[in-house]
């Protein structure tokens, strides 16, 4: 898979290289290690979901009127949410919240947790009870065309590489995949629980073939979706020269979600996207002398 009988091993990136990459930026950390600062940070620079409710020390705190308008069944119009731990990522305990006046229904890939579950608005504050770390929730955004075509069933997200030349200072992206979601990760995209990571060729922005880390999929190269019979090899996406030139100067690794296929909606990753970014395709994560 890493082409070891051709590249030499120690051109690629160890498990304890790979951990040390949470270490890059050094005391700036704490901007991405904590969700709601990044949000308050990058809101400056680029669309993030909007922020509801943090919970947190036993109790959830509003950010916005909507959570309890939530609790109180006094929603206008029924509502999507996202919650996820304020720290950390992984792709675990993630939360979709859909809320009308009448109930809330949860699903998430929580394994110590029923797949879906219901609950009067009044109690939805329930949901966290008994969790050890706080949960942030969101807005959801509903994503373009042209991601969910290729598996509607989760939300799709680009994932782009931004260095910086240590001489020059000059941003360059120097790798990109498409994450899509399956049968396997649903409800969410993510390479850990059986997504497909999709190459991106950094000039074109044409998609290339997809591998997948865990679950039915995994150790084959894809060229359709396995799920949707969805064309991956060979689609470019929408706008790619747009898209590289707005996030070359945020050096850094971001899920991207493309809305309407040219709007750009950025998240948290805390740290490098090495494996999901490597596995795309199969001497990725070579080292060079400038990167």
């Known amino acids: 898979m890493y082409t070891f009988d051709r590249d030499d091993p120690e051109c690629f990136l160890s498990d304890l290289q790979r951990w040390m990459t949470q270490l890059i930026n050094g005391k700036f950390a704490v901007v991405f290690n904590n969700k709601v600062l990044f949000t308050q940070v990058f809101r400056n620079f680029c669309r993030i979901p909007e922020i509801v409710a943090i919970w947190r020390s036993e109790r959830v705190i509003p950010y916005s009127p ?37 109930s809330v229904v949860v699903e998430s890939n929580d394994p110590e947790a029923a797949r879906r579950r219901r609950y009067p608005p009044a109690e939805i504050d329930s949901l966290f009870e008994g969790k050890r770390v706080p949960f942030m929730v969101t807005e959801y955004i509903e994503q373009g065309s042209f991601s969910k075509a290729l598996f509607p069933l989760t939300v799709n997200t680009l994932r782009i590489l931004v260095v910086r030349d240590p001489e020059t200072l000059e941003p360059h992206i120097v790798r990109a995949v498409l994450r899509v979601g399956t049968s396997a990760s649903y409800p969410i995209d993510n390479f850990s629980y059986g997504g497909l990571s999709v190459a991106i060729d950094l000039a074109s922005g044409v998609l290339g073939k997809a591998v997948a880390a865990a679950g039915p999929y995994a150790g084959r190269n894809i060229e359709q979706h396995p799920d949707t019979g969805e064309r991956l090899q060979g689609l470019a996406i929408p706008n790619w020269r747009e898209i590289t030139e707005r996030v070359r100067y945020l050096f850094c690794a971001f899920p991207i979600l493309l809305i309407a296929d040219s709007t750009l909606l950025f998240e948290i990753k805390i740290s490098l996207l090495s494996r999901v970014i490597a596995l795309a395709r199969f001497d990725f994560f070579k080292c060079t002398s400038r990167c």
Do not use: C, D, T
Request: without cysteine.
């Open 66 to 102: 909507v959570w309890n308008q939530i609790k109180s069944g006094q929603l206008e119009e029924p509502v999507r949410l996202v919650a996820k731990p304020l720290g950390g990522g992984g792709g675990g305990n993630i939360y979709f919240i859909r809320a009308g006046r009448q």
